[in-house]
């Protein structure tokens, strides 16, 4: 009954909770929030939150002394609690700003290896950012039914989510995972990788967001026929004034080669650690 009645006081949300970006996906409504997982604070005024999301986003690099830019979610798990929790009530009322008389039920997607310390993490944050009840769900196996694999069948199905802090494996059959694994290689370990190789062989300086723009507009994991390039511009080391250049795609390839490699082993491992049954279909 009261399941019934709740219906109509409130929408049931589903959060992907990353390093990166958070979604928020509202029942019947679709995907309502994709935003950046930032928060910048105001240092002089008790911690005051200034910004959430994309407004903060565009402040990294560029906000005075007083105010710092923080990402509060840290290889898929909570590292300030308090900071995740005002991102977490933010959200919640960007994303469904006509709520009823209750706080939703959210479901909430966690690192397949998380630990029980970090997950009560998660859910406290959740908690307190407004919901009314919390239920976690491994990342593969979100990312698996999100994607139509056959979960629940006695075949193996297996899934490689790339986020923003980790890459997660998974194997999933007859609706349980026969074999997880998380390693901390994913998106941000890629602009890393392009910052560093833009240093080493240009003498330039380039930030994050550059460093994203170069990676999604000509990055790729595979040697392509075709030669892209891109003008960018950053801070020269030597002279330290701004400059411009032009970078390939073959030399972005070049930087991402060691990150790539060792997400690469980690599908071999997963592949080896997994019963040959699985597959046998």
């Given at each position: 009954m009261f ?8 929408h049931?949300?589903?959060i992907d ?9 509202v ?5 309502e929030?994709d ?8 240092d002089?005024d008790a911690?005051t939150?200034?910004?959430?999301g994309r407004?903060a ?6 906000v005075p002394?007083s105010?710092?830019a ?7 798990v ?5 900071l ?8 919640i009322a ?5 709520r ?17 310390v970090?997950?009560?993490a998660?859910?406290?944050?959740v908690?307190?950012g407004?919901?009314a009840?919390v239920?976690?769900i491994?990342?593969?196996?979100a990312?698996?039914i999100?994607?139509?694999l056959?979960v629940a069948?006695a075949?193996g199905s297996?899934?490689?989510?790339i986020?923003?802090?980790t890459?997660e494996?998974?194997v999933?059959s ?5 074999y997880?694994h ?7 370990t ?9 240093r080493?062989n240009y ?9 994203q723009?170069?990676k999604h507009?000509i990055?790729?994991a595979?040697p ?5 390039e891109?003008?960018v ?9 701004p400059?411009?250049?032009r ?8 930087a991402?080669a060691e990150p790539l490699n060792?997400?690469?082993s980690?599908?071999?491992l997963?592949?080896e650690q997994t019963?040959p ?5």
């Amino acid at each position: 009954m009261f399941g019934f009645i709740r219906k109509y006081l409130s929408h049931d949300l589903a959060i992907d909770l990353g390093t990166s970006n958070t979604r928020v996906f509202v029942m019947e409504r679709g995907m309502e929030l994709d935003e950046p997982s930032v928060v910048t604070v105001r240092d002089g005024d008790a911690g005051t939150v200034a910004a959430v999301g994309r407004e903060a986003r565009r402040m990294i690099g560029k906000v005075p002394g007083s105010i710092s830019a923080v990402r509060p979610i840290r290889d898929g798990v909570v590292a300030d609690l308090t900071l995740t929790r005002e991102m977490m009530r933010a959200f919640i009322a960007q994303a469904d700003p006509h709520r009823r008389l209750a706080n939703p039920r959210v479901l909430v997607t966690v690192p397949a290896v998380s630990t029980q310390v970090e997950r009560r993490a998660i859910r406290d944050a959740v908690l307190g950012g407004g919901a009314a009840q919390v239920y976690l769900i491994e990342e593969p196996m979100a990312a698996a039914i999100g994607a139509g694999l056959p979960v629940a069948q006695a075949s193996g199905s297996m899934v490689i989510d790339i986020g923003g802090g980790t890459t997660e494996v998974g194997v999933i059959s007859l609706g349980g995972m026969v074999y997880k694994h998380s390693a901390r290689v994913a998106g941000d370990t890629f602009d890393q990788a392009i910052v560093n190789y833009v240093r080493r062989n240009y003498g330039m300086l380039i930030g994050e967001q550059t460093a994203q723009t170069i990676k999604h507009t000509i990055g790729s994991a595979f040697p392509g026929a075709d030669r892209r390039e891109l003008e960018v511009k950053g801070r020269s080391v030597a002279e330290g004034v701004p400059r411009s250049f032009r970078i390939s795609s073959a030399e972005v390839l070049e930087a991402l080669a060691e990150p790539l490699n060792r997400i690469v082993s980690l599908i071999k491992l997963a592949l080896e650690q997994t019963p040959p049954e699985i597959g046998a279909d």
